[in-house]
């Protein structure tokens, strides 16, 4: 990607609206230094109610993005698709390039990338899908090829798109981080256990009010009792009618992520929290350095190791 960087007129870098801190790859920051940027936070529809908190958070984020365009987007509304239209083609007229504006799309796995990308073909040029998108991350392998998402005009040339491959954090600073990184879909669902998962929705969902899913139980801290009253609610029984944990833990999971048990953010947000991922941000580069460097030894005394046998 980085080879590719010197044809790139802007990068437009997705990150999830639930976990905007979260899914904040330290990676980017690094190699995108200097770049001019374009940030968007997608599924904007699965964590906001259009409340006035929720505005509020949006301001938030915007102040802590000082020195780089941000957008919230909602890949299936087409006036949101063509915010972020509007801003590539602005940049492509100032650009003023002779062969057309060239973008390039990055961020962490399953974020929306590619189904930002096939929303902007849709609505900026009338054509449909170019790249392929699924539930789990890792749909999206190598770079793609460039896709016209604007058409040229008498006063600028097209504009295309380059999809990437979501680049995981290389260091996850805590487990909550991975838990909420997980239940977004950015790791893949066999990682961490679906009971472990589902229990720190639960966890989540009372945060917000146990309303949520008053549907299927009584308010409780037990996940067991929930994913037992979720099984005999949806007919997940095995044999006997004993009530099938995963496959409800997993259903729970996939329900929450479509927007149907809640749509709420999973990170905090405060000018506190986002000035201490600063300070993590910053002493992340270290960590990475350490494990890169530990790496390499382990791999040369594997080496030493086997030339001695």
């Known amino acids: 990607m980085k080879t590719m960087l010197s044809t790139i007129d802007l990068i437009i870098e997705c990150r999830d609206y639930r976990v905007p801190i ?5 990676l980017f920051e690094e190699s995108l230094a200097g770049r001019e940027r374009l940030i968007v936070y997608t599924k904007q529809d699965l964590g906001s109610e259009g409340r006035e908190e929720d505005r509020l958070r949006e301001e938030t984020i915007r ?3 000082r020195s780089s365009s941000v957008l919230f987007s909602d890949h299936r509304n087409p006036n949101s698709v063509r915010k972020v239209l509007n801003f590539a083609g602005d940049h492509a007229a100032a650009a003023d390039a002779l062969t057309g504006s060239r973008m390039m799309i990055v961020g962490m796995p399953n974020v929306g990338k590619s189904s930002l990308l096939n929303s902007l073909r849709k609505v900026g040029v009338h054509r449909g899908k170019a790249a392929q998108t699924g539930a789990q991350p890792g749909v999206t392998r190598k770079i793609g090829t460039t896709v016209k998402i604007i058409d040229a005009t008498d006063k600028r040339e097209g504009v295309y798109l380059m999809d990437t491959p979501g680049v995981f954090v290389p260091y996850v600073p805590n487990a909550e981080s ?5 239940l977004c879909g950015s790791v893949k669902d066999t990682i961490i256990a679906p009971t472990t998962l589902a229990d720190y929705l639960l966890y ?6 146990p309303d949520l899913y008053r ?5 409780t801290n037990d996940i067991m009792v929930l994913l037992s009253a979720v099984a005999q609610k949806t007919g997940r029984l095995q044999k006997g009618g004993t009530p099938d944990i995963e496959a409800a ?8 992520r479509n927007g149907h048990l809640g749509r709420f953010v999973l990170d905090q947000i405060s000018e506190d929290t986002l000035d201490q991922d600063r300070m993590d941000v910053d002493g992340l580069s270290g960590s990475i350095s350490q494990a890169r460097k530990a790496a390499r030894e382990v791999r040369r005394l594997r080496s030493k190791m086997r030339n001695v046998e």
């Not at 979260?22 to 330290?26: G, K, T």
């Not at 991975?178 to 997980?182: E, G, Q, R």
């Open 22 to 26: 979260s899914s904040r790859n330290p």
């Open 63 to 65: 102040q802590w993005h």
């Open 178 to 182: 991975m838990l909420k990184l997980a």
């Open 204 to 209: 989540q969902l009372n945060l917000q009010g």
């Open 215 to 219: 549907e299927y139980a009584k308010p």
């Open 249 to 256: 833990a997993l259903w729970m999971i996939q329900r929450w």
